[in-house]
């Protein structure tokens, strides 16, 4: 009879251990959606880069229709795939034009070049800071460093990289706005002992004034690891680009999901990295480029739950 009611005892503990382990990852998966919520999807605006200039209006329409409620904007750029102020339309007129199909852009990519030079001229930075408040912006971000830096930037150079992201995260701030940088491959080459430029970015700036949008295609092509990162530098990377890489070729660009990035593994941790908004992004497209960004919104909202 002892021994029947031991293992009844035992039985109990085990159903209740099995009770608790599967709320634990009901939890986990909960509030691996709740972090950001579908509602924070967004899309960054390059990967339709060539309808834009043709119709701003049109495209905006259709990525609303598709779901989604967020775009990131890129501004400032002459060439192929820019036009005057945002494809044709001012700050005041294209918030308008996202507002009337029930979105927003929480953040922007912005040309700083000048910036960034060594004259340091701050007044296109400070024009453009004015535009991202203007449209309702909470970032302001520096996509890319200047080519110099991209191709032989030391340590130093990002040092003063870095002096120059504290001044304009302070120039940001004065308008409600946030600096965030965006990453590509090149920030994380060893510059000797171990030590990349990336780091040495997160190390020289403040927190309360820089933040970082990290591009997760970008950093697994450089052979990191985002959930390393995540746990060196908890709460630093506000912002995602979700973007996916081809299983066979690690430089080809493929809808989220179809590729080698484990998306799933990556989000559980998005509290930890101090996620707020993602955007899908892919530069380069091979089927209909509304297909596309329709297949990458799928997947990330079914792993979001």
Known sequence: MNNRRVFLQQLG??????????SA??????NMGSQIGSHKIGLQLFTLRELLLKDVKAVISKVSQIGYNTVETYYGYPGAYAAE?????????????????????PSGHYNVTAYLSPDGNEDVLKSHIETAAIVGQQYFVVPAMPTEIRTSGTIDDYKHMAEKFNRAGELCKEHQLKLAYHNHAFE???????????????????????????DIFWLINAGYDPLTLFKENPGRFKM?????????DKSIYTEVGTGRIDYKSILAQAKLSGLENLFVEQDIIKIDPYESITQSLKYVKGLLG
């Open 85 to 105: 102020g945002f494809w044709g339309l001012d700050a005041k007129a294209f918030r308008a034009l996202l507002e009337a199909n029930q979105m927003s852009s």
């Open 25 to 30: 990852i009901a939890a986990t998966m909960g």
């Open 240 to 248: 995602w680009h979700v973007k996916d890489m081809d299983r066979a």
């Open 13 to 22: 503990m085990a159903a209740m251990a099995a009770m608790l382990s599967e």
């Open 188 to 214: 994380f080459k060893d510059q000797g002992n171990g030590l990349t430029g990336y780091q040495t970015l997160l190390k020289e700036t403040d927190p309360s004034l820089v933040g970082f949008e990290l």
